[in-house]
């Protein structure tokens, strides 16, 4: 199978009960052409850009506001899809259009709420029975939420729901799951909320870093600066504040040496959740954490040995990279060493030049991010 199959792009009006279809391209009518997945998000955004006059232009930005972007295989998969929020006139001969995932409807709605109940209650209560009657967009399921641990928090400062989610500090997804792994949160085809812990079972894709194995570019890198052994997080109780008492890896420490983490305020809680958080934070910080950059692929195949196409990659998916020496430990296993073998969290699939960059975990963000947290600057 080739790296790009035949494609289809197809545009809806925005009401998703609808299915009148307002326009058709193929990969050949963009100059560019990328979509994104991340997670948290799901399908997250969609950039194009094609010839137009000033008179499209202006259809555009007045008729299709907000008009929903399906992408296709020739088969009718789904490769990404969402709707349409930003129109750029270019040099007055192309228009520039962004789309994003269902997931931006989450950011639509401001919720003043106080929760102290499950994960998956809070995104039910949430996208269920607060989500506003007319924004249709996303689907009323709640059959993909896993449960997650106790969240006990005040929002106070009138949040959009997907801040309420998705806030690294507070966010609902923050206290991971009741194994201490990171919750992810997405929006696919469906529509659905998908709330699921990181838990991988198995390899999805393999590349290779020989000639035509797939890899044009590897830059793995990590810092001792982002490892944390030994962690606590402080919250507020009854309006004081105070903190959990500190957590700590004795492997990691006799590997690393003992390196201190300490979460600022996550606001109001008691002390079962605000211990869940940190010992989720704990597991993240373990050992050193990959950094941002990414890795860029020009070929992909599964397990089998069957080489797909790049587009089918997506967030959440596991890349292990077959011939990276050392070999280490059975091929069939899934460690994720951030070394040979990735967690996925952003791809990013330009499909005018052939190739996907991909962002692997690890972390919960870049190196920067956690000297910044850290008080280095």
């Known amino acids: 199978m080739p790296r790009f199959v035949l494609q289809h792009a197809k545009l809806f009006e925005a009401d998703v009960t609808s299915t009148v279809q307002l326009a058709y391209f193929k990969v050949e009518d963009f100059s560019e052409y990328q979509h994104t997945t991340r997670l948290p998000g799901g399908f997250f955004t969609a950039q194009v850009v094609i010839p137009s006059t000033e008179e499209e232009y202006w259809q555009w930005r007045t008729e299709r506001l907000l008009a929903r972007l399906r992408i296709e295989e020739g088969g009718g998969k789904v490769i990404w899809e969402g709707r349409l929020e930003d129109v ?26 106080n929760y102290a109940t499950a994960g998956n209650v809070i995104i039910s209560d949430l996208v ?25 928090q005040d929002y106070q400062d ?23 792994n990171p919750i992810d949160l997405a929006v696919w085809e469906d529509r659905e909320v998908y709330y699921t812990e990181r838990n991988p079972s198995a390899v999805t894709w393999q590349a290779f ?36 008492g500190t957590t700590e890896n004795a492997a990691s420490i006799a590997k690393y040496i003992q390196r201190d983490y300490y979460v600022p305020n996550i606001g109001t809680s008691t002390s079962g959740p605000a211990e869940q958080r940190r010992d989720t934070e704990l597991t993240k910080r373990k050992d050193p954490q990959q950094e941002t950059d990414g890795i860029t692929l020009s070929r992909i195949w599964d397990t ?32 994720l060493d951030a070394y ?14 052939g190739q996907l960059r991909i962002r692997p975990d690890r972390s919960s963000g870049s190196i920067v991010d956690t000297m910044i947290e850290h008080g280095i600057t």
């Not at 194995?213 to 504040?241: C, K, M």
């Open 88 to 113: 750029e006139l270019r040099d007055q001969f192309f228009v520039a259009l962004k789309f994003f995932g269902y997931w931006s409807n989450l950011t639509d709605n401001v919720r003043n709420s």
């Open 128 to 152: 269920v029975t607060q989500m506003d009657s007319d924004t249709r967009q996303l689907s009323t399921s709640t059959a993909n939420l896993a449960t997650g641990p106790t969240v006990d």
């Open 158 to 180: 009138d949040w959009t729901m997907w801040r309420i989610l998705t806030d690294p500090r507070r966010g609902v997804t923050s206290f991971g799951s009741t194994n201490d």
């Open 209 to 244: 870093i020989r000639p035509g194995g797939g890899v044009d570019a590897l830059r793995p890198r990590i810092s001792w600066r982002t490892v944390g052994n030994s962690v606590a997080v402080a919250y507020e109780s009854g309006g004081t504040g105070t903190h959990t």
């Open 304 to 335: 089998n040995g069957v080489e797909f196409p790049l587009c089918r990659v997506r967030a959440g998916d596991v890349l292990r990279i077959m011939d990276f020496t050392p070999k280490t430990g059975d091929l069939g296993t899934v460690t």
């Open 340 to 353: 040979r073998t990735f967690f996925i969290e952003e791809t990013t699939c330009n499909h005018v030049n």
